[in-house]
């Protein structure tokens, strides 16, 4: 037993032999959680994750002897878990509640029963390596959970259960490890939170994220396995994005990790989540979605830890062979809660108070992203999803700087399309991709040959006609030729018509990937008509006044994304429109039938 000797807001001194850096400690009469972040030579420091009010030195601090963990094992889907993996009550965390200080509960329900069915490969006498596959329940009905070994255990099995109804406290299979112990191995393991879960290989599987958001799928492409970043200012729309990604992402598991931000915003996830249904399964979507919420009424250092918590979790689901989807809302509050840390400390602020270490701490998070050969011998995934939130919208400041070298894929959230009410407001110049060859192969096999010319053609006709707007801005509309006045109209029909896309529309909330090739490919086609009438001489002004450019801004919250032949139709009915003109104008290259 030690003891506390200063108290330094979430920054405790205390006295204990023995304790290492990095262990979990239960701190004073209310049991605190803490974690050892520091030893010197007569104490150590200690970053507590509750608040410290009331501690005082003297009270008694027990060491856990082992590091910040987490527990693993079935019941886990459907959670809302607080930043050191403590089940939240619903009814508390809608109601706003503070929670008490020194809450002793564990994470998994350990009053909860299972139907557990043993692995086929287990048999006595089997030698059964690290993380292997023990065993299945049912989670959710959407999502078979399969029970694993610890990674750093190996052995010989010598009994194991059989199919039956257990509680996750039960011994499961007992085995003889190369030391010549018996251990017994339940439903669940520990497994400390800063060391990332082991995996046999990294195997990119080139799959894209689908997230039925058109600017990211077609544009801005991620892969299952990636990390991408959503910076933008207050109000530019990175929450929504962040909820249109776990609302209706082609991953198995989503993990939504509120850090710092509004509490309203997980209440708001909690109330409609349930109501909604995946896509892919049918089912409501939080059999497949869990939350950790570290938010902004909750004590701030306790947001460092959320994020570990939040990755060691997606990386067990991946582990079981799942594809796991975790987005963080917002990157940005972790790393205040590293500025808190390192100020209390004294270590030498480096950017705008951030410690020295802030860069190689993102990257080791992201780090974690990846597509893996899993030790059990699966396919599975963690796609990191990071908003970042710059003071001011700056992306020089230190947190978006950083994460913009460390992330692949770059959503970046602008403030003048966001007031223009342009959403989700993700910028077409800033924003960046390094995965668009490898989801051109998915896309070009699964939608159509033509999706990456049709993609090179968008972001070329946009970035064509930002150039002439800022002409038309120095030496007025007058400057422009017939077919520069084509463009510009074509690039606003891109935008409405292909990048905007409202998170409220029942209709367009989610867009198909056939539907936003479909889509595109419309307005392109369209486009290119216009451009040939030009050619032809067909006066700008008659083809700006056609009806065709206001329908097909409305197509895509009235086509379904099972009925697509909307989409054909109106390809045929402005075809039609541009072979009459052909004709009124005489066809004088000859060209085109
Ligand atoms: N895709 C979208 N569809 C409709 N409205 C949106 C969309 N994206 C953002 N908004 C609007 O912008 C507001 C602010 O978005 P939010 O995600 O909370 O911003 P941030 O998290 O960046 O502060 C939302 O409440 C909503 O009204
Ligand atoms: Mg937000």
Redesign the pocket.
Known sequence: MGEVVEVNGPIVTISQPGIRNGDQVMIGRMNLIGEVIHIREKDALVQVYESTESLRPGEQVSGLGHPLSVELGPGMLGQIFDGVQRPLDKIMAMSGEHISRGLEISALDRDRIWHYVPAPTLAVGKMLAGGQVLGTVRETETIEHRILAPPDYAGEVIEYAPEGDYGIDEIVVRMRTGTGSVEGLKMYHQWPVRQPRPYLARADSGLPLITGQRVLDTFFPMLKGGKAAVPGPFGAG??IVQQQIARWSNADIVLYVGCG?RGN?LVEILQTFPELTDPYSGRSLMERTFLVANTSNMPVVAREASIYVGVTMAEYYRDQGYDVVMVA??TSRWAEALREVAGRLGQMPVEEGYPAYLASRLAAFYERAGSVNTLAGMHGSVSLIG?VSPPGGDFSEPVTSHTKEIIRTFWALSKPLADARHYPAVSWLESFTDYSDRAAKWWSENVSPQWAARREQALALLAEADELERIVNLVGPEALSSSQRWVLESSSLIKEAVLQQSALDPVDSYCSPEKQFQLLDLVLQYHQGGMQMIDLGVPVEQLTELVYGSEIKRLKSSVANDDLTALQEMAQKTQQAFDAMRVEYGNPRGATP
């Open positions: 990175k929450t931000e915003e809302d917002s908003a």
